[in-house]
């Protein structure tokens, strides 16, 4: 076999946290469009979502289908949180992206201790990309913890959101 069970098992774990994670941002862009009235944060955080399934493709591609290993896809759970406020939603944006970054590097380490240099290679490289959906994310919580509840946050987004993901 050219890539290890444990380095797959953790690409296949990783997969199926973009795959959560995917779910829970488009439920909190909802939340923030719907139920708090931001609709141009609900933009952004809804690109930030779509952004984790082109991810876990190129993971399936680059790591495991390139070794003609099926990428298998884990289930996941209803993406049903409701929140109080629009600053616990976008917290939640930011502690989903570096949670999942946190995985990834979990999963980067595994691949280096089985050997599988070849596949820790393209996961570094993944990895890179997505650090800058993590770099938004941390900037995201950080103005939210300034502006609080104030609607102006919503019209000042344009202002500081960098990022334009590369699908």
Known sequence: MYVSQPTINAI?????ALQTGNRILD????????????PVTAKYVHKMAHYLPATFDKLGEKCLER?????????TPAGGQDYDNVVDAILDVEKTIV???TMFIGCCKIAQQNDDLHVYADLLDILEDYNEAVEQAILLGDK????????????????????TPDD
């Open 12 to 16: 296949t774990e990783l997969i199926g």
């Open 27 to 38: 439920r909190c862009q909802s939340v923030i469009n719907a139920k708090f009235a931001y």
């Open 67 to 75: 070794y003609n290993i099926p990428v298998y896809y884990p289930s």
């Open 99 to 101: 949670d999942i970054q």
């Open 144 to 163: 939210i913890r300034l502006y609080g509840e104030k609607p102006n946050f919503d019209s000042n987004i344009t202002k500081w959101w960098t990022w």
